[in-house]
Structure formats: structure tokens, C-alpha cells
């Protein structure tokens, strides 16, 4: 064979179509499970695939929604650059507290966290999309720091701590609103 000729495919390559119709159905299933479980079978049911193109595109049915949630966050809450730390903070603060209250991403992140406190498997998943969410926070506390508009000394991880802290308190508790106002007041509270 020769070096510049292409090796053929072995596998089906994934269709955008079908990828994207798994991923809505995972991330709505999960919005409406109210608690029950979601299975691979109810995916591809739902997505019009068969379970094998699941297992053939993701090991595992967490890395399904792991992807769906992480995607909907990064369409939904874009990482903003206004050119300061404020305006940066408060657009992905307002971004993200918008985001997070309608429907898939509400009732989907709702029904994760209620089981990621039995299934081991789901806490690590929550995990693993915190850790995406807080390098999105880490991204625009570094940025102003390096542009000297946070001093070098202040402690990046408990500010992120503070903020996401605050939204989760705030999404689950829902006693107070998660509103424009309300990501003016916790920017002004980080970098105050």
C-alpha cells in the first residue's frame, strides 16, 4: 500500500445527525426523569438509533450525558472576553444563571445532582462537568489577573469556590433569584 494512499475505514463514522439527536435525547430524558433512571436502551429509543451506536461512539452511558451537558454549557454560556475582568465576570455569571433556569438544562441538572448523591458512577460525571464549568471562571480570573486587574496575591480557586458556591446554593435552594442583578452583585462581591 502505498504511504500517501488513505488507509480505508473500518467503522461507521459518526453521523453529526444522529450524534446530535442522541445527545438532545439524553440531555431531555434526563430533565424528565424526575429520578429514574436513564438507560442507554431509553437513549437510543428516544434518539432513533440502535444501543450498539451508542456503545460504539461512548463507553458508557455517563459519557453521554457527561458530553450533552457539557455541550449545552459551552453553546449556552460562551466564554465571554469584554476586555476587563468585570465585564467578563459578570457576562459569564449572567450567561450562566440564565442558562441554568430553563428547560433541558434546569431539570437535567437538578435530576444529576439528586442521584449523584447515590450513584457513585454519576458523582463522578457532576465531577467531571464542575471541573469543565470552573475552568471556564479560571479562564477570566487568570486573564484579568495577567492583565493587572486582579492582584497576583488573591486566591483564584476559593473565588471560584465563592461563585459557583453561590450559584449552586441559589439553583437548589431556589430561595433567591439568579438574575442580571444578581451576577452584578457576586462580581462586585469577587472583586470588590
Given at each position: 500500500?502505498?504511504?500517501?494512499?488513505?488507509?480505508?475505514?473500518?467503522?461507521?463514522?459518526?453521523?453529526?445527525?444522529?450524534?446530535?439527536?442522541?445527545?438532545?435525547?439524553?440531555?431531555?430524558?434526563?430533565?424528565?426523569?424526575?429520578?429514574?433512571?436513564?438507560?442507554?436502551?431509553?437513549?437510543?429509543?428516544?434518539?432513533?438509533?440502535?444501543?450498539?451506536?451508542?456503545?460504539?461512539?461512548?463507553?458508557?452511558?455517563?459519557?453521554?450525558?457527561?458530553?450533552?451537558?457539557?455541550?449545552?454549557?459551552?453553546?449556552?454560556?460562551?466564554?465571554?472576553?469584554?476586555?476587563?475582568?468585570p465585564?467578563?465576570?459578570?457576562?459569564?455569571?449572567?450567561a450562566?444563571?440564565?442558562a441554568?433556569?430553563?428547560?433541558?438544562?434546569?431539570?437535567?441538572?437538578?435530576?444529576?445532582?439528586?442521584?449523584?448523591?447515590?450513584?457513585?458512577?454519576?458523582?463522578?460525571?457532576?465531577?467531571?462537568?464542575?471541573?469543565?464549568?470552573?475552568?471556564?471562571?479560571?479562564?477570566?480570573l487568570e486573564?484579568?489577573?495577567?492583565?493587572?486587574?486582579?492582584?497576583?496575591?488573591?486566591?483564584?480557586?476559593?473565588?471560584?469556590?465563592?461563585?459557583?458556591?453561590?450559584?449552586?446554593?441559589?439553583?437548589?435552594?431556589?430561595?433567591?433569584?439568579?438574575?442580571?442583578?444578581?451576577?452584578?452583585?457576586?462580581?462586585?462581591?469577587?472583586?470588590?
Amino acid at each position: 500500500m502505498n504511504s500517501k494512499e488513505a488507509r480505508p475505514h473500518t467503522g461507521r463514522r459518526r453521523n453529526e445527525a444522529a450524534r446530535r439527536a442522541i445527545l438532545d435525547a439524553a440531555l431531555h430524558l434526563l430533565a424528565d426523569s424526575d429520578g429514574a433512571p436513564v438507560s442507554v436502551e431509553t437513549i437510543a429509543r428516544a434518539a432513533g438509533v440502535g444501543k450498539q451506536t451508542l456503545y460504539r461512539w461512548w463507553p458508557s452511558k455517563g459519557a453521554v450525558l457527561l458530553e450533552a451537558l457539557t455541550e449545552r454549557a459551552a453553546q449556552d454560556v460562551p466564554s465571554p472576553d469584554t476586555g476587563s475582568l468585570p465585564g467578563d465576570l459578570r457576562a459569564l455569571a449572567t450567561a450562566t444563571f440564565q442558562a441554568a433556569q430553563g428547560p433541558p438544562t434546569a431539570p437535567a441538572l437538578r435530576t444529576l445532582v439528586r442521584e449523584a448523591a447515590r450513584d457513585p458512577h454519576l458523582a463522578e460525571l457532576m465531577a467531571t462537568f464542575t471541573e469543565t464549568r470552573r475552568a471556564a471562571v479560571r479562564l477570566i480570573l487568570e486573564r484579568g489577573r495577567d492583565r493587572g486587574e486582579l492582584p497576583a496575591d488573591r486566591d483564584i480557586d476559593l473565588m471560584i469556590d465563592q461563585f459557583y458556591g453561590f450559584f449552586w446554593y441559589r439553583f437548589l435552594l431556589g430561595h433567591a433569584p439568579l438574575d442580571a442583578t444578581t451576577a452584578q452583585d457576586i462580581t462586585d462581591s469577587l472583586l470588590g
